[in-house]
């Protein structure tokens, strides 16, 4: 999907470290705070704030870290998540429920338990995945506003 | 159900939130996987596990859930109850097994998260 570039939107980005488990969590804490003071829905927030945590998560345990960025519109918000690698090999089965490849440690707390996609998807209206073996992986996901 | 009345019925000790005692909650869920409390969870829920690492309280956070209470005698270090109480959280832990805990509160009128909600 073409990332929109229109005048109107408000950006906001956050590097996310491999490996980074004890602040996992803080880029998406930051959003929801910067969204809750725009005054936008509840819902939407709520929403929104699911998925780029979740998001942040896979970043900080599957990658070599990696960048949240938002595009804050008046009719819908774009988040885009993008890594370093190394790429997820089969998308089909990632985005299976139930489907990891998390390390023991990453579910000792409480994560890997392959519900990260597909919880993303759920809380998007759009949801896009690109991604390949050996290269970075990008998800664009969509919330309307409405 | 009145947070107060939770921790009565549990014999749980408060680590943070003693001001928030009085607010209410309509559901619980309880697990030690953040990916489905993440998945299933709307609402005014209590949120009983025994993990105690921060991504619980940012997992609460993200989900607008106000109260968890730690079970098996678990706290969780200041850095965590610091976050929570930023987050005006309230944290309680009680010797409890997740199972009796459960069983206490629901037997008590506390239902859990409907099963509509976990099965979308």
């Known amino acids: 999907m073409e990332k929109k570039e229109r005048s109107e ?8 470290l491999k490996d980074d ?3 996992a969590g803080e880029a998406s804490s930051n959003i929801k705070k910067v969204l809750r003071q725009l005054g ?3 819902q939407i927030i709520r929403r929104v704030a699911i998925a780029t945590y979740e998001a942040e998560i896979n970043i900080v345990i599957h990658s070599e870290g990696g960048k949240i960025t938002l ?3 008046p009719d819908c918000i774009q988040i885009i998540a993008k890594d370093a690698g190394p790429g997820i090999e089969n998308i089909e ?5 139930g489907y990891s490849t998390a390390s023991h440690k990453v579910r000792e707390l409480g994560f890997g338990a392959g519900m990260g996609l597909p919880n993303m998807k759920k809380c998007s209206d759009e949801f896009y995945i690109d991604s ?4 970075s992986t990008t998800v664009t996901m969509v919330i309307y506003m409405n | 159900m009145k947070l107060k009345e939770i921790a009565a019925l549990v014999d749980a000790e408060c680590l943070t939130g003693q001001c928030f005692l009085e607010d209410e909650v309509e559901a619980a869920f309880g697990c030690d996987l953040m990916s489905d409390v993440l998945a299933f969870i709307k609402g005014k829920t209590l949120l009983l596990t025994g993990l105690t690492n921060p991504q619980v309280i940012r997992t609460a956070e993200m989900l607008d859930i106000h109260a968890i209470l730690f079970v098996r005698g678990k706290k969780p270090d200041e850095e965590v109850i610091r976050m929570a109480r930023e987050n005006n959280m309230v944290l309680m832990t009680t010797k409890h097994i997740l199972y009796t805990a459960c069983g206490i509160l629901h037997r008590n009128g506390l ?3 409907p099963i509509s909600e976990v099965k979308k």
């Open chain 1, 9 to 16: 939107s408000l950006k906001l980005e956050y590097e996310v």
């Open chain 1, 21 to 23: 488990f004890a602040r």
């Open chain 1, 40 to 42: 936008i829905d509840a």
């Open chain 1, 71 to 73: 595009y804050i519109y």
């Open chain 1, 93 to 97: 089965l990632a985005m299976k429920e």
């Open chain 1, 132 to 135: 390949k073996k050996g290269d």
């Open chain 2, 111 to 113: 239902p859990g998260v």
